[in-house]
């Protein structure tokens, strides 16, 4: 058991299906036995009225065996009951009964029993008082000064306090200004009433201010007599709070001392001197649903019970937390009592009738281990249990990390290209493939597939197929792939991933990348011999015909050597191959459009000299690097992003000018006195327009910025390839390369592309291609990334890498060429990235993470 939960006294669950509140609990001595012990008095709103005397349970007794008292079924709900001295001629206390349109006043007795069954409890109605309004809630105390005797206040719906001086009628006032009823409490030393109104305010009324106000039957009729009867009720004082009250309470003190008023709000707690000054405020971390001040043992300070929507009963002495204990569920109401055994017990009452006697404390524990037998090893057993689990553990281990065969995709593929279900894009019918992924998997658990694919590409997932064959099933993941933008995609490689959990809860996730074919984004067209820009490929090998290297597309016998290809979203390919030399060139109206080509070209070429068996074949560039042409498109993508911060900066000025006019504007609406408007709504409307047009306008740039990166990236993929062909990079170079320029794979507003790159690229010339061993000593200062005012410093850094690399500049992993040789004094750079490149592989992928020191 927890050391700060509630220590169960006694208990007992009442009858389901009741609901009670706050004003639903309350204990005292209600019987009159005169031993100074309470009794717990219950009523619900479906009208069961109950008391309780609690004790400790015996050995085979139930929890709420012998301790209830009484039950009583009511006509009516039963919204409030409080126990107090209010009848006339006696001074025994009386319970009282609040329902919505009758307060009734009752004596409970009892008779000793003479048999088994025990003492005999009932309730006599003393008096009752028909309420003309509905009620709400009620308070009680000496109005006015009487001793000896409790008066009665009942605050109804609509704002009217009714007060009754024990059986007989005393009057009754509105509050002014009343919207909605707040809680109610009486303060005996300054015989005022403090409540909190739905201004949020609390607000206090005197006894002797009520009693010679305007009556409240007065005030209806005042407008038909003429003349008023009493004075207007105002409040002694206000205190702004500023949220609603959800109690009031002031406990009882000694009649010299100041009283302290308690508010508890839905968010703080509040302490109020009698005056309305505040003697302290404590913010609350959570929400409170009942509270309950009481006396303290040390002076000048207050005990505080509170329960909150966390199940947890609160003791705080003044602002310091003394205690908290755990419920079993959350209090709406709580007391405190003195019953025989035991006192000082809290009396807890929930939503759904579950009341609880407890106390905090803790218990010892008394569990001692017991002693173990003693007897034998055998170290054999032994030995071989250790054997066995070491086994296990290995192989777990040697398991970790990596999926089991059956987590693997089987097989992944393609059919041929077909029709989109889109419009035409540029009078050409957008094509369509369909990937089909199959792999094992353990039947009967949910599956979620879920694709990755490179804009402007989209992707449609068919329903999930399963083909149970016995223990283990085939799942077939279809989905369909179409362009869906008016530009080309940076690449042609999609992954998937499934996601499901086997039969052990454990879950598990099978990756495939799988490669689209280039009829996706382009169909076959005429060859052109003219274009802007021209990209030429060297072989070793002699040519061959484009139609034995690109077999699906069609093409004229006598037009072997050209291919003419038209992007759905671009311009027009033509891929030549030379009759007398060992050359192809790929030519086109745009730079960036080359890409797709120009590595389809590299690849097919590769693949088909492989098949006819010839392993020395290799392709090359003989430059010049296209940087100018690569460098207009940079300066493109790098403009957008500068409008798009303009943009952003237009937007928030008018922002700020139109929550200025809705001010301004409000200010002259709620004016009482109304005044010209000087043309404040042609204002307003005018700013609103301008927002919405530079919101479109945004959002256009903000789609061109994603047009002008894809384009960016497809360059980039260009001039990477015509790098690592023009000097002959290997594929860990190449990967590289490729992490250095192009490190993110979307804008973001905290982080760009150029930035990113010129951090990446400034590395590598200080790291790796370095111009001598001294520099590579230099360590980047450790300044955060923020995007440049121009791209000339980018420009520059890039030029000096593909200068570098031209001259022999080679990058490496392996961490021996940091050191200075003597190939590396005499120009030919073996260096490697040190600290800045770390290459990890998932499956299929592997990722280049460039970390700048």
Known sequence: MSLFKARDWWSAVLAEGEEFDQGCLCVGDVDNTGSGYDK?????????????????????????????????????????????????????????????????????????????????????????????????????????????????????????????????????????????????????????????????????????????????????????RGKSSGKRLTADWTLVLGEQALDICVPSTSPSATSSIFVLGERNLFCLLDNGQIRFMKKLEYSPSCFLPYASVAEGVTNLLLGNHNNMLLVYQDTTLKWAAQLNSTPVAVRVANFPELKGLVVTLSAKGHLLCSYMGTDPSFFTAPKVDAREVNYEEVDAEMKALQKVIRRATKNQGRAPAMDRMSSCQSFSPQQALIPEMNGIAVPSVTVKCQMPIVPLCPVLPTDFHPVPLTCVVFPVLFVSTGSVSQLTVAFSVFLNGHYTPADLTGHIAVTYSSPTGVPRVIQCKFALPLLLVCCPSQASKNAKYKITVDTNQPPVSLSEVFPGTRSNASQSHALGFQLVAGARLTALASRSSQRYRIQSETFEDIWLVAKELVQRLNQHFTKLGVKDFHSSFSGPIPLPEYFDIMDHHFELRLTAGRYEDLLSERAVQFRAVQRRLLTRFKDKTPAPLHNLDTLMEGTYRQVMALADTAEANRAALVEAFSRLRSSTHLLILLLSLWQGLGTEQTAILDATLLPVLQDTPQLGWEESVDAAVSHLLRTCLSRSPKDQAIALSTTQLSMPKDTSRLKKHIALLCDRIGKGGRLSLSSEANTPTPVMMQGQKRVCLHGSVYATRLNTWTFLVVHFL
């Open 40 to 224: 717990v008095v219950v009523g619900s709103y479906m009208g069961m009225l109950r008391v309780f005397a609690p004790h400790a349970s015996h050995p085979g007794e139930g929890p709420a065996a012998g301790a209830q008292l009484l039950e009583v079924q009511m006509q009516d709900p039963i919204i409030q009951v409080e126990v107090g001295k209010f009848v006339s001629c006696s001074e025994l206390l009386h319970l009282a009964v609040l329902h919505p349109r009758k307060l009734s006043v009752y004596a409970m007795s009892g008779v000793a029993g003479n048999v088994e069954h025990g003492d005999q409890y009932q309730l006599r109605l003393v008096y009752e008082h028909n309420l003309q309004r509905t009620a709400c809630n009620m308070t009680f105390g000496p109005f006015g000064g009487v001793t000896g005797h409790h008066f009665i206040c009942v605050q109804s719906m609509d704002g009217v306090l009714t007060f009754f001086e024990q059986d007989s009628y005393a009057f009754g006032r509105f509050l002014p200004a009343f919207l909605l009823p707040g809680p109610l409490c009486y303060c005996a030393r300054t015989d005022a009433f403090i409540t909190v109104s739905s201004t949020r305010q609390v607000e206090c009324y005197r006894y002797e201010t009520l009693a010679v106000a305007m009556d409240a039957d007065t005030r209806q009729d005042l407008e038909q």
